[in-house]
C-alpha cells in the first residue's frame, strides 16, 4: 500500500438497486476523490451494439469492435455524462431494456476484457470509487478498502420502482421487482466475473437505512484506516 499517489481504490460492489450509485458519488465527493460507475460503461457498451446492429453472438466481429471501443466520463455544467465512441449515450442508458440488456452483454468475455483493462487504467493511482460488480474481486483485488452494499430484493425493487415513475416510464411494482430478481440471477450466475463478494470486503446491509447512515459508516471505517495505515496525509 501506499504506491498509489492520488489515494486509495475503493471498491463498492453489490447487486443492482443497493443504493450503489447515490453512496458512491457521495462518497467520492465527500473524500475529494473520482468516482467511476462501471455499470454505466457496460451499459454505454450495450447500447452501442444495439445501435451499430453488431450480432453480440459473433465472437470475431465483437472482439474488433470491443478493441476499439471508447468509453469514459465526461463533466459538463456539474452533470456527469457517459461518452461512448464520442457520443452522449447518458440518457439513453437507463431504461429497463437497456439493462436487461446489458446484463446479458456485460456476460460476454470480450466486453468484459476491454471494460476492465479501461477500469484498471482510470483507477491506477488511486483517489478513485468504483463501484460495479466485480471490483474487489477482478478489477482492483488488492484495493485498499472494499464494501459489498446489499438490500433485500423487495426493497431495491421499490427503490427502482420509485426511479423509474420519477422518469415517467410505465410500471408495475410487480415487474419491477421480478426484473431486479431475474437480473440478480443473470449477475450472480454468469461464468465471467459473477456477483460476489470478495472475502476481505466488508459487507453493508442498506436495507431499512438511509443514505446518510450508510455514508457516515464507510467514512469512518475509510478513517479508520487512512489513520492506521498512514497511506494519506
Ligand atoms: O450497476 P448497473 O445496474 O448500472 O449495472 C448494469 C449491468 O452491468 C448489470 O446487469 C451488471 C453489469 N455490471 C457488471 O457486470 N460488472 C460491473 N462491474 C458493473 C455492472
Not at 107 to 118: F, G, H, I, N, T
Not at 131 to 138: A, K, Q
Request: hydrophobic share 40%.
Amino acid at each position: 500500500m501506499g504506491e498509489r499517489k492520488n489515494g486509495l481504490v475503493i471498491a463498492i460492489d453489490g447487486p443492482s438497486g443497493a443504493g450503489k450509485s447515490t453512496v458512491t458519488s457521495r462518497l467520492a465527493k465527500r473524500l475529494g476523490y473520482k468516482q467511476i460507475d462501471t455499470g454505466a460503461m457496460y451499459r454505454a457498451v450495450a447500447w452501442l451494439i444495439s445501435q451499430t446492429g453488431i450480432d453480440p453472438g459473433d465472437e470475431a466481429q465483437l472482439e474488433r469492435f470491443c478493441g476499439d471501443v471508447d468509453v469514459r466520463f465526461n463533466c459538463v455544467n456539474g452533470t456527469r455524462r457517459v461518452l461512448a465512441n464520442g457520443l452522449d449515450v447518458t440518457d439513453h442508458i437507463r431504461t429497463p431494456e437497456m439493462s436487461l440488456m446489458t446484463s446479458r452483454i456485460s456476460a460476454l468475455r470480450p466486453v468484459r476484457e476491454a471494460m476492465v483493462r479501461s477500469q484498471r487504467f482510470m483507477g491506477r493511482n488511486g483517489g478513485v470509487v468504483l463501484e460495479g460488480r466485480d471490483i474487489g474481486t477482478v478489477v482492483f483485488p488488492d484495493a485498499e478498502l472494499k464494501f459489498f452494499l446489499s438490500a433485500s430484493a423487495e426493497e431495491r425493487g421499490r427503490r427502482r420502482f420509485a426511479e423509474l415513475i420519477a422518469k415517467g416510464e410505465q410500471v408495475t411494482l410487480e415487474e419491477t421487482i421480478a426484473a431486479v430478481v431475474q437480473r440478480d440471477h443473470q449477475d450472480s450466475q454468469r461464468d465471467l466475473a459473477p456477483l460476489r463478494q470478495a472475502e476481505d470486503a466488508i459487507p453493508i446491509d442498506s436495507s431499512g437505512m438511509g443514505v446518510d447512515e450508510v455514508l457516515d459508516m464507510m467514512e469512518s471505517i475509510f478513517r479508520e484506516k487512512i489513520n492506521r495505515t498512514g497511506t494519506e496525509e
